[in-house]
């Protein structure tokens, strides 16, 4: 057998063994994704209580008269 007929069989055997394992994942991913309930509150508000700072918005007026943001 030559190197490339040899190759060439190792990688039709190694397509044969993935292509169903790689038809079959997306099918699975989908029907396990329609049985699990959602995680996701129905209102959702993100917690800011715990953040390290206040936000604030200042406008500083320059010795030209202008006023940066």
Do not use: N
Request: no cysteine; proline share 10%.
């Amino acid at each position: 057998m030559t190197p490339l007929a040899r190759s060439l069989s190792r990688a039709y055997l190694t397509a044969a063994f993935l292509a169903p394992v790689l038809l079959a994942a997306p099918v699975t991913r989908a029907a396990a994704q329609s049985t699990l309930p959602s995680e996701t509150p129905a209102k959702f508000k993100p917690a800011t209580s715990s953040f390290d700072y206040v936000r604030r918005e200042v406008m500083i007026p320059m010795r030209d008269g202008v006023k940066l943001h």
